[in-house]
């Protein structure tokens, strides 16, 4: 959340501030009904729901003014550090639905200094909905030092976390912060973040950053993992109504069906956006002085083309910010991909990057013209989440403009496409020239490997060809091997950049045996450091 600083260039309210605004959940009401689940109430009328009656709250919305207020904390919670909250822990025995034989619960995050607009949340049952309750019993306070007899009845919620029977203990869906959600696969580690919406992203105006204001929880079948969430978004530009109807597994199918009611005109639209961090890679050490050789939660933007083409970028951390356009019509897919899955790539017993899910977005209906955009901004840290994709149509939104948009989103270890042709496994990069001999110019060196597709069914000794074009710069010490280790090629070259100016240089190539191509499209831009920094580090006997 750190990036919005960078981005809006000015001082602002605090991050978690910034993160959330909501609606009202209107005045408190003491009347209580008994939920599926001891310790958690309902409170008011059961009221009709369905995805229509949300689409024309959201309407209605749209028309009024803006209200990005923000009711004040308690001073028992408003006080509390990141330690303190921590120890904040929601009852198991509470969860909703923990008592009803169903595969599927759901716990409800606390409010902080760190998340402080409340969400309204309901239970979905039968086509009627009624609001869930706040009670300071739903949850153990630990030695975080909170008050919990001064806390209102009608406090709220921060969001909302999914847990399936596999693990009560941890969830495998959150929605927390804005439009923010994550979820896990298999091997139960979160990492990159999805939202709901992106607004003039990495523009010369502040980005803005709508919210989820009311979640509306439908209650699961006994047997089933699918679960469907409704949301209720709000923010100065358009609010929208959001399904999610979620199936949760070994990889987690999000289906999200959302339309949006613009109060005003958007510049910049950004549909399915993705967030996540990349710090220190095998193609991008900038950062290296941590002693974990890789740091990263995405290590590549894979994209495939309405016309067929797959490509895949490798993300970089840059000097400085970067934006990148791929212009399209239909897209099939695209994602922030953690394709390299070895331990000993990461060495990090802690935070296990190599078991950091995927995220895929699946277009379900016609996307028409547009472009996935990329966003890379320089981090020093790995706590900073400097990655952003997402699609932004051609046509801009329009105040007033109904806007209905249908996509699956893919959460896990094992992506649900993946090109027939051979993938780009790694990407190494380097100083250039001829290993003994001495130096008399910079060039960066590239190492790509490539494996897969038809690679391993080619009889020895095939002619493998790289396609290389570049905008600028030209190619040295050019070569193709085979690489059995992967039952791949690896191609290797130079690239020296043109002057000392450090102007992006973009690559793109695959690799061919005649006239068929063998690979996907390995497409990369290389930053030339300052002419300062272009070190040639022969050594004295050369």
Known sequence: ?????????????????????????????????????????????????????????????????????????????????????DDIHYRNESALWSKSGTKIRAEFFHLSPFFRRPVSLYEVSQGQ?????????????????????????????????YYLDKDWDRDVVSFLGASYFRAVGKEMQYGLSARGLAINTAMDTPEEFPDFV???????????????????????????????EMTLGDNVVMHVTATLYPRKDISRLGIAPITSMFMVG?????????????????????????????????LTNPRHLGFNVFTDTNPKGFGLMQRDRKF?????????????????????????????????????DE??????????????????????????????????????????VATYTGLGGEIGQRRDHFSQ???????????????????IDPVITLSNGQIERLSVTAQPQINGYRVMFDLVPPDDSENLITIRMYIKNGDQALSETFLYQWAPPPASERLLHNPGHL
Not at 129 to 156: H, T
Not at 226 to 233: E, G, I, K
Not at 294 to 301: A, C, N, R, V
Request: glycine residues 8%.
């Open 383 to 424: 706590t900073f989440d400097n990655v952003v994709c997402y699609w932004n149509p051609k046509t801009p939104l329009l105040g007033g403009q109904e806007f209905s948009m249908e996509y699956n989103l893919h959460w896990g270890t094992r992506p649900p496409y993946l090109p027939e042709r051979a993938m780009v």
């Open 214 to 244: 009311s979640f509306w929880l439908e209650r699961p079948q006994a047997k089933s993992k699918t679960t469907v969430l409704y949301a209720l978004l709000d923010s100065p530009s358009t609010t929208g109504a959001y399904r999610f």
């Open 129 to 161: 909905a009624r609001q869930l309750r706040y009670s300071p019993d739903l949850y153990d306070f630990g030695r975080s030092g909170v008050n919990a007899k001064v806390l209102p009845e009608d406090l709220g919620f921060a969001g909302v976390r």
């Open 1 to 85: 959340m750190k990036r919005r600083d960078f981005l809006k260039k000015a001082g602002t309210a605090s991050a978690a501030t910034a993160a959330m605004t909501t609606l009202s959940a209107g005045p408190f009401q003491h009347v209580f009904a008994a939920s599926s689940a001891p310790g958690v109430q309902t409170f008011g009328k059961a009221a009709a729901f369905s995805f229509d009656t949300l689409k024309q709250q959201a309407k209605e919305l749209s028309s009024q003014p803006y209200d990005g207020s923000i009711p004040p904390l308690p001073e028992t919670l408003a006080q509390l550090s990141r330690p303190q909250f």
């Open 282 to 314: 095998e193609n991008d050490r900038r950062t290296s002085w941590d002693w974990r050789p890789e740091i990263h939660d995405s290590d590549g933007l894979a994209m495939w083309k309405g016309n067929g083409e797959w490509i895949w970028r490798p």
């Open 445 to 463: 060196h590239f190492t790509i490997d490539f494996a897969g597709g038809a690679l391993n069914e080619l009889p020895s000794g095939a002619q």
């Open 344 to 380: 000993d790539h990461y060495q990090d017993n802690a935070f296990h990057y190599e078991t950091r899910p995927d995220l895929w977005v699946e277009p379900l209906t016609p996307w028409g013209e547009g472009s996935i955009q990329l966003v890379e901004i320089p981090t020093l």
